[in-house]
């Protein structure tokens, strides 16, 4: 099982990024996926998550109205779309995939991570 993000990139503070995460998983559909970031000198923390069915959502405070999280379970791909950026949004973005949206949101017992793609706003 491979998870690889993409889109990440170079831009101005007020500007837009939408991250990909393509998943070579069978029952991609199975499973809630999430984005996480990790910032130098920082823990990694959680941005955003999905359900299963893409019909709930949880997004961490700091990018509540500015980041979407989305899925297409026939593309077995999940997005971030993410406006309106700052500075302090710069980060490596990780997707990761697990059982629940609990486990998403807390980090813990996640069955697959991805290799992260890099993101920096300038200010």
Do not use: H
């Amino acid at each position: 099982v491979q998870l690889q993000a993409s889109g990440g990139g170079l831009v101005q503070a007020g500007g837009s990024l939408r991250l990909s995460c393509a998943a070579s998983v069978r029952a991609f559909e199975d499973y809630c996926m999430g984005w996480f970031r990790q910032a130098p000198g920082k823990e990694r923390e959680f941005v955003a998550a999905i359900s299963w069915s893409g019909g709930s959502t949880y997004y961490d405070d700091s990018v509540k109205g500015r980041f979407t999280i989305s899925r297409d379970n026939a593309k077995n791909t999940v997005y971030l779309q993410m406006n309106s950026l700052k500075p302090e949004d710069t980060a490596v973005y990780y997707c990761a995939a697990g059982k629940t949206l609990d486990r998403i949101i807390k980090s813990y017992d996640l069955d697959y991570w991805g290799k992260g793609t890099q993101v920096t706003v300038s200010s």
